[in-house]
């Protein structure tokens, strides 16, 4: 198949071209002008397309000969944001791409959206039938991403065949996000955390574009799929981590602790420009919001077979000892 990816060159997008490629598909990458993360692709035999997200004659002309488009390309980020940048990328840049893909003779339309657009479900254990209770929002990224989903699924309505994939949180070795948490615990440089119990969902980034191919391959238009393998708490994410790093689980800072240092911190930051570490959004995702997905659906209807949980957290540590050991400066 003829393949266009957006997002191309992040952390998903970078997993998901590869794997169009071993399974020999040809793909065209959107990739930002002067972008500095083409290195992630370096050495593929690709189509890099450069060029803004919003440029609607851009995509349009890129479209034109494409089978399946994947839509990864997100502005992903808690705390102190831009929310002006948010919403051109998340939004605007999703309400663009689908305008261009209704033009187009595309067999498959497959965005990657996230758990998040459920909002808080306080702790409930939901699937694809549930529709969000809460009213407000949690963060820029919240907003954005479930006005982008209402989009596709607006889309899916008026007949573009799109498929959504609503992933828990991805994991992987090169993980941008909590990689470098990883990175520090295994090094013992990090001694505490904050909110041992709260609910993290996970998925290993390969598992994820696998169930995104599988989603192009075989699912009927206008279908959702959260692709989850599992979840459990940070406290016990931290066992399974120390475990097989040799290194003992940090100790948890007292919520009252937290919470003053977040405020505090949310006020340098707002002063100076700063996205701090802890904010009170940050807080709130911490303590007050809890997000609880079942992926058996994608397991069902895709015949989508995902690492474990454990077994997504243990090959991590194992990547990165073995990284490590061949490199010790890194």
Known sequence: MKTFVTGATGFTGSHLVRQLLEQGHSVKALVRPNSNNKTRLSGLDIEF????????????????????????????????????????????????????????????????????????????????????TQKNFSSAYDRTKYTAQQLVNRAADQGLAAVSVMPSGIFGPDDPHFGPVIDNFIKGKLTVWAGGDRITGIVHVDDLVDAMIRAAEKSPPGEHYIISAGDLTTREMFAILGDAAGVAPPREIPPPVVRLSGNVLDVIGRLTGWNPPLSRERVHYIYERCVRVDGSKAKHRLSWQPRSVEQTLREIVAQKLSQSAFNPES
């Open 49 to 132: 397309v450069e060029g803004d997200l919003t440029d609607l004659e851009l995509l349009r002309s890129h479209l034109a000969d494409i089978d399946w488009v994947f839509h990864t390309a997100a502005f992903v980020e808690l705390g102190l944001v831009d929310d002006a940048l948010m919403d051109r990328t998340n939004v605007d840049g999703t309400r663009t791409i689908l305008e261009a893909a209704k033009s187009a003779n595309l067999s498959k339309f497959v965005y990657c959206s996230t758990i998040g657009v459920y909002g808080d479900t306080q702790g409930q254990t939901i699937d694809e039938t549930f529709q969000r």
